[in-house]
């Protein structure tokens, strides 16, 4: 799998070794080692859209600001692979949880006026829809909820009973979800996305960004749990939430079960999962 192709024109070496690293749906994910004793992370696939890394690139970017998370430089973007500097094996500081927590309100006090973004892209391969909107309830609603029924995994694999319990659920959001300003969001923030930078602080990786829902960036994120609380007690003291916020979340993190239903064809626990959520919504 090893190529001088990625590191061309990098002055950094020639490649002498790829070690794989975890997680990435849509990516081979290699820490790369050269002869100039360097290393960079890479993530590589041929068949996946042609915008992909360029659109992570753009991401990554949009996510770069005073006190908020670090983020790796991209030094190398071709439509079948990314190189990136290598945020390293670093142990997380002490107040690595805290500091995380404030770094997620600084970068959720970025606001727009209105929901989306300047472009469309992904999550995981599939197109992540970011037409500009000034009703959060009908974006999320729309491109965050129902565009999954097109998708033929998640139509052959949810019953017919499940997808109009999502459609009457999504109708009904202006009641179940509060106004929330159009914040910057990772778009993808499960903890496997963030990890420690070389100074022990927290960084992020992998964004499918957009302009939406704060308390979407945080229904992903503690669900998924593998967390301290004091992130979130951080992160209120910045950037209070409405009460209530923990019980709406596992109506938030529909999005990313839908879209896990979407990629993958045999997953009927995810399926269950979402059939108890709207249930309990509906």
């Not at 659920?169 to 969001?185: M, W």
Request: proline share 9%; net charge negative; glycine share 8%.
């Amino acid at each position: 799998m090893l190529t001088s192709a990625w590191l061309e024109g990098l002055s950094l070496g020639d490649p002498i070794s790829a070690e794989p690293l975890e997680g990435g749906y849509a990516s081979k994910t290699f820490r790369v080692r050269t002869t100039r004793g360097r290393s960079v992370v890479v993530k590589t696939q041929e068949d996946v859209p042609a915008d992909l890394y360029a659109l992570e690139a753009d991401g990554l970017d949009a996510l770069r600001a005073p006190g908020g998370f670090a983020v790796p430089s991209v030094l190398q973007v071709t439509p079948t692979f990314i190189v990136l500097t290598d945020l390293g094996t670093a142990e997380p500081s002490p107040t690595y949880w805290q500091d995380a927590g404030r770094a997620l309100a600084l970068q959720h006090r970025q606001t727009a006026d209105r929901f989306g973004y300047h472009r469309d892209n992904y999550l995981g391969v599939l197109p992540q829809r970011n037409p500009w909107s000034t009703d959060g309830h009908a974006f999320f609603a729309e491109h965050r909820l129902l565009r999954y029924l097109e998708e033929p995994n998640c139509h052959n694999q949810l019953p017919f009973d499940v997808r109009r319990r999502l459609e009457r659920v999504a109708n009904r959001l202006g009641e179940l979800i509060p106004p929330q300003p159009p914040s910057l969001l990772h778009g993808d923030l499960w903890h496997g996305n963030l990890l420690p930078s070389p100074s022990g602080g927290p960084a992020m990786i992998d964004p499918a960004v957009y302009y939406g829902w704060p308390e979407a960036d945080l229904a992903t994120l503690l669900i998924y749990g593998h967390l301290s609380e004091s992130l979130f007690t951080a992160y209120e003291e910045i950037h209070p939430l409405t009460p209530g916020w923990r019980d709406r979340l596992p109506l938030l993190h529909l999005r990313e079960l839908l879209c896990i239903t979407a990629h993958t064809p045999d997953v009927p626990d995810t399926v269950s999962e979402i059939s108890t959520i709207l249930k309990d919504f509906d």
